[in-house]
């Protein structure tokens, strides 16, 4: 098993509300996790559940509230900016909207060029052959950098976005929805390039998504998010044939299958109600008005995250593993049916 990179622990992001009253928004609400050298790790949910807040914590674009965060094995979480500043070059983000994460009035070239400069990495004509080859690495010709963004299409922005997370070596990269504001003709193009990237420089990503089909794609293991909180963590061949968690079970059974395609036949489960606010949680299992196997536990007892074999994690009171073994619930479709 790989070495681990970055681990968070009890991790938890706050915002105050809106209004007179002192209601607290729970972003994110004590996610732990490990990060492997040389992997993939798939952040998935729906929309609004934590995980963009998750990845920009990680990064320490946002400072956390509470829990713990180690990078490289040096705990990250306090750390002043100056102290920071070193990290920065081996910890880096690409962002989900490629038009407003390039600033418009300045040329591609400095756009790369910038985090070499403020890391003074180089003098001027080392700086400019680097962004050459970085352009080059990433699709792009190297004679468009004197170009401004809005002369790019979508995709190729990304690819600048991309080239910059690079432009310092980083060994880790946290993608925050990096496909989801392209077409899908482009999507491909783009994750195709992450992963010659990452099999040429040995990078370990984050890969933040709400498009499942794509997360299987890429991801070597999968955290799946509800309400700012992680409910299964598996391997993806692992999660996307077996799911544990019913909140996982309903996420995949909305993907739609392919024709001609070998899949596993899967009903669709249709949640019932709406997610409840990050501001007021339910108590116990904050799954469990929507769940259809919920039981008295799930409303008074909040289940953590807790290992179900050797590479799972669940926050269940009852986690299925498979149809037929001893001791475990059978699948949630079956429950349904049983009524």
Do not use: W
């Amino acid at each position: 098993m790989s070495e681990v990179l970055m681990r968070a622990e009890g991790v938890a992001k706050q915002f105050a509300g809106r209004g007179r009253g002192k209601n607290v928004v729970r972003a994110v609400d004590g996610v732990s996790l490990e990060v492997r050298s040389g992997e993939t790790l798939g952040i998935v949910g729906e929309s609004g559940c934590g995980k963009s807040t998750l990845g920009q914590c990680l990064t320490r674009l946002v400072e956390p509230t509470e829990g713990r965060i180690e990078f490289e094995g040096a705990d990250i979480t306090r750390l002043s900016r100056r102290r920071l500043r070193p990290v920065r070059q081996r910890l880096q983000m690409i962002f989900q909207d490629p038009y407003s994460s390039l600033n418009p009035r300045v040329r591609v070239g400095e756009i790369i060029a910038e985090p070499l400069r403020i890391h003074r990495v180089g003098d001027r004509a080392t700086i400019r052959r680097r962004v050459s080859d970085l352009l080059e690495r990433v699709g792009l010709d190297p004679g468009l950098a004197g170009r401004y963004p809005h002369e790019f299409s979508g995709g190729q922005r990304q690819r600048i976005g991309i080239a910059r997370a690079l432009a310092l070596s980083p060994s880790l990269v946290i993608a925050d929805e990096p496909v989801s504001a392209l077409d899908v003709s482009v999507q491909a193009q783009v994750l195709n390039l992450l992963a010659e990237l990452q099999a040429d420089l040995g990078l370990t990503y984050v890969f933040i998504a709400h498009d499942l089909g794509v997360v299987e794609h890429v991801s070597d293991r999968v955290a799946v998010m509800y309400l700012g909180e992680v409910v299964e963590i598996a391997g993806a061949d692992e999660l996307y044939t077996a799911p544990a968690h019913p909140y996982t079970e309903a996420l995949l059974s909305a993907i739609p299958g392919i024709a001609g395609e070998e899949v596993q036949a899967r009903e669709r489960i249709v949640l019932r109600g709406d997610v409840p606010s990050p501001i007021d949680k339910p108590t116990g299992c904050a799954f469990h008005p929507r769940c259809p196997i919920a039981t008295d536990v799930c409303r008074t007892e909040h289940p953590v995250l807790v290992p179900l074999g050797p590479t799972r994690q669940v926050a269940c009171h009852h986690p299925r593993v498979r149809d037929g073994d001893p001791g475990v619930r059978p699948g949630l479709l079956d429950a349904e049916r049983r009524g």
